[in-house]
């Protein structure tokens, strides 16, 4: 039977949903604009998420079982010790990288950059030998002459506008340090006030989600937590492993820029799947411009590492972290990729891993009819609901 509230129920959805579509670019505007403001306390939660772990640790394990004169140390005492303790690591860490790594960086990077400016300086020479060499024409010599005369105006002209990004970037990197720095700060507040403030949003939870939303949604969570942190810790210490072995290698081979090409293979390294690839070709292709052989002997390098991180060094740092096949890790990086840009490409695996078990979870409730499953499912093993899905 059709009641009048429905029926009002069911105008007014459809008529926000209009206006929502409607105005869907000041939405989308709105929620841009909201993260950009919000941008220092997001930092601030990714920086307090990574140094949770090692707070919890220093926290639970050595300073609260640390006694003076007979007595335990105050509960705020230990965790202030802790926080300290992971910001002066953090903070040395980084000290430690532009102190050492950006210098070496910057001067690799500078003598690539000399070397490259040398070799299409020295190009109009080289094309007129291989075109007296082939015994070519006059005209075709002509011909070479304005299209190197064109292709320098064209450098000097992508030059000028490099400046000008430079500067862009460098305004850019600056408001980027002035987001991390009170990032930071933030994340301070939030690891000394976690509890409470996990305790009050678990409050506005209990309070405005219905029981059957809120024990789904803490279960995600937790799925998240546990996916998306093991895959992060797991792929960056793999990643460093990875390019302090390529830095390694590198000088014994005596390959050029051997810091530029260490650290791009590193960082590239955290990407899934694809990360090899977009390290090993850039690095092949700044060392051949130096020495063919030598960038055969890279490649060959590179090749047999990604075959060691493959088969001996990720397996055992990230183990079972996503239980995602190569397909759909493919299929993950690429739509993460084309949505979110690099940070998408990073954590697509991961978000994936996490729907993928959720759907997996949610599929079998369906067929078996077991109500209580979540409860029932949240202390087993989760890669059994994988094999059936």
């Known amino acids: 039977m059709f009641r009048v509230k429905d029926g009002l129920i069911m105008i007014t959805y459809a008529a926000t949903l209009f206006f929502v579509l409607a105005r869907i670019n000041v ?14 306390f997001i930092y601030g939660l990714v920086v307090a998420y990574i140094l949770n772990r090692p707070y919890v640790f220093f926290h639970e394990k050595v300073f609260l079982k640390m006694s003076f004169l ?43 950059a000399d070397h490259l400016s040398y070799i299409l300086s020295d ?4 094309v007129f030998h291989g075109l007296k060499f082939l015994g ?37 990197f600056m408001v ?18 976690k509890e409470k403030l996990i305790f009050q949003l678990k409050k506005i939870k209990d309070a405005f989600l ?9 279960e995600i969570l937790r799925l998240s937590h546990k996916k998306v942190g093991k895959f992060l810790v797991g792929k960056t210490i793999n990643s460093f492993l990875i390019g302090l072995l390529c830095f390694v290698g590198v000088n014994i081979l005596g390959t050029p820029y051997p810091i530029l ?15 090899p690839f977009f390290g090993a070709i850039p690095s092949i292709l700044i060392v051949l411009t130096v020495s063919p052989v030598q960038a055969f002997h890279l490649a060959i390098f590179l090749f047999v590492l990604q075959q060691i991180d493959g088969n001996l060094i990720g397996p055992r740092i990230l183990g079972s972290a996503t239980g995602v096949s190569g397909l759909w890790i493919m299929f993950s990086v690429i739509l993460g990729g084309g949505l979110f840009g690099i940070f998408g490409m990073i954590l697509g695996v991961p978000v994936f891993s996490v729907i993928q078990v959720m759907l997996g979870r949610y599929v079998n409730k369906r067929l078996y009819g077991k ?4 409860k029932e499912s949240r202390h087993s093993d989760l890669n059994s609901f994988k094999t059936k899905f």
């Open 136 to 172: 070519l024409n006059p005209s075709m010599e002509k011909n070479t002459i304005d299209i190197l005369t064109k292709f320098a105006g064209d450098l000097e002209q992508l030059s000028a506008r490099m400046i000008m990004s430079f500067y862009d970037i460098i305004t850019k």
């Open 261 to 275: 090409v260490s650290v791009v293979v590193g960082i590239t390294n955290i990407i899934p799947f694809f990360g």
């Open 27 to 40: 939405f989308f505007q709105l929620f841009f604009r909201i993260c950009e403001m919000t941008t220092p």
């Open 176 to 193: 980027e340090i002035y987001y991390w720095t009170m990032g930071m700060v933030l994340s301070i507040y939030i690891l000394f006030g």
């Open 371 to 374: 109500s209580n499953f979540y």
């Open 70 to 112: 007979k007595r335990k140390l105050p509960l705020g005492f230990s965790k202030s010790l802790s926080i300290l303790t992971c910001y002066v690591i953090l903070i040395s860490f980084i000290v430690f990288i532009f102190a050492i790594v950006v210098p070496q960086l910057i001067e690799s990077f500078t003598k690539f």
């Open 123 to 126: 190009g109009e020479s080289v």
């Open 210 to 218: 219905p029981s059957k939303f809120s024990s789904p949604l803490m």
